[in-house]
């Protein structure tokens, strides 16, 4: 399974795909909705020229539904995959040895309702989020598990610890 924009190596697999909620398009509809209702009423009340802002409106909507649309995410054994644009497309690919950390947010409504977002911290680049998606969590697990960089253990070596533990204690020492 592979997209016309993103590719897949042999020994890659597919963990997870997904898009935005249709949601996300929500405020930028009612906006374009609210501007060719104003257009009309005011068409009617006042100057029937002004019945031409309602393509406005329309296109404002229509773009809205089209980014969110347009919108996907896959994450492989590899590497986390970005898509989006309307009439150009923008993809990101970040691997999986570039990802220094990871979190999830949720507003109310996202907590409520299971939805939010997936910041993926990437090492000499810009962050990538993946917006809107289905159960955060459970992806940025996803990514954690597939990166290594759970908190299943200490970072250092136990010598290291040691010589840390040495110096805290002349520290003390010097302080007393």
Do not use: C
């Not at 997209?3 to 597919?14: A, C, H, P, S």
């Not at 398009?25 to 609210?34: E, F, I, Q």
């Not at 020229?49 to 590899?78: D, Q």
């Not at 977002?117 to 990437?122: A, F, L, Q």
């Amino acid at each position: 399974m592979t997209g016309d924009w993103w590719f897949r190596r042999d020994d890659e697999t597919v963990a997870w795909t997904g898009r935005p909620r249709l949601s996300a398009a929500l405020g930028g509809v009612v906006a374009g909705v609210a501007t060719a209702v104003v257009a009309l009423l005011a068409a009617a009340a006042v100057d029937p020229r002004i019945a031409a802002a309602t393509p406005l409106g329309v296109g404002i909507a229509g773009w809205e539904l089209l980014r969110v649309k347009r919108t996907e995410y896959v994450i492989t054994s590899r590497a986390i995959w970005s898509k989006r644009g309307v009439l150009g497309r923008t993809v990101r690919r970040v691997g999986l040895s570039q990802v220094q950390n990871t979190a999830h947010s949720q507003s109310v409504t996202g907590s409520a309702f299971g939805y939010g977002t997936v910041t993926v911290e990437v090492a000499g680049g810009p962050d990538l989020e993946l917006r809107r998606i289905d159960d955060p969590q459970a992806i940025r697990r996803e990514i954690t598990d597939r990166t290594g960089s759970g908190d299943a253990g200490l970072p250092g070596t136990v010598e290291q610890w040691r010589a840390v533990l040495s110096v805290v204690r002349d520290i003390e020492a010097a302080v007393e």
